[in-house]
C-alpha cells in the first residue's frame, strides 16, 4: 500500500476549496451561536428593565429618604464616552480587515480606554451616592441594573485586552478574525444596552 503524500494533497485545489468552506461554516456557526447568547442576555436586562418601570409606576415611596434625584451631569459624561467607543472599535475592526495591526491596536487601545474610564466614573459616582443597595426598591434596582451592566463592561474590556495581545502572535489573524468580531459585537450590545439603561434611570426621573 503507497502511502498517502500530504503535498500532493494539499496542493489539490478541490481539497483546498473544501477546507475553506468548512472553515467558513464553522466561523457562521460560531457567530451564529453567539448571537444566539447576546440574545439571552438581552432577555435578562429586558426583564430588569420591566421590574424597574413596574416599581417605579406603582411604588408610593420610590426614593429612598432624603433623596430627591440623581445628579445627571458625571453620567452623561461617562455615556459620551461609552457609546464613542463603539466608534473607535468599529475603526480598529477596519483597520484590521486592511492588514494593518498598529492602527488596530492604536483604536482597540483606545477602546479599552475608554471603557475602563467609563468603570472608573461608574465607581466615583457609587462612592459619592447617598443610599446604598439595601435603602428601598430604588437602591436596589439601581446597584442591579448598573452593576450587571458594569460587569459585562468589565467583561467587554477583559476580552478586548485578550484580543490585543493576540495580535502580537505572528499570523494569529491571518485566517479571520472570529475573537475581534465576536468582542466588538458585544462591546456595541453593551453600548445600546446602556443607553436604555440611562434613559431609565437618568433620564427618566
Do not use: C
Amino acid at each position: 500500500m503507497q502511502p498517502v503524500n500530504s503535498s500532493v494533497d494539499s496542493a489539490n485545489p478541490i481539497l483546498e476549496v473544501t477546507h475553506e468552506a468548512a472553515h467558513h461554516e464553522h466561523s457562521d456557526n460560531r457567530m451564529f451561536g453567539f448571537v444566539v447568547f447576546l440574545l439571552s442576555e438581552s432577555v435578562i436586562f429586558l426583564s430588569f428593565f420591566a421590574g424597574y418601570i413596574v416599581y417605579k409606576t406603582t411604588s408610593l415611596n420610590w426614593l429612598p429618604d432624603g433623596v430627591t434625584g440623581l445628579e445627571i451631569k458625571e453620567p452623561t459624561i461617562n455615556t459620551i464616552i461609552l457609546v464613542s467607543s463603539s466608534f473607535t472599535i468599529y475603526i480598529a475592526e477596519k483597520f484590521l480587515h486592511k492588514n494593518n495591526l498598529w492602527g488596530f491596536r492604536a483604536f482597540w487601545l483606545l477602546t479599552i480606554a475608554m471603557g475602563s474610564y467609563f468603570l472608573y466614573g461608574q465607581a466615583v459616582e457609587w462612592s459619592g451616592l447617598a443610599f446604598g443597595f439595601g435603602d428601598g426598591v430604588f437602591g436596589g434596582t439601581f446597584y442591579l441594573l448598573t452593576g450587571f451592566h458594569g460587569l459585562h463592561v468589565l467583561t467587554g474590556v477583559l476580552l478586548q485586552l485578550i484580543m490585543l495581545v493576540r495580535s502580537f502572535i505572528p499570523d494569529n489573524y491571518s485566517k479571520g478574525g472570529f475573537g475581534v468580531e465576536s468582542t466588538s459585537l458585544f462591546w456595541h450590545f453593551v453600548d445600546v444596552i446602556w443607553i436604555a439603561l440611562f434613559t431609565l434611570i437618568y433620564i427618566w426621573q
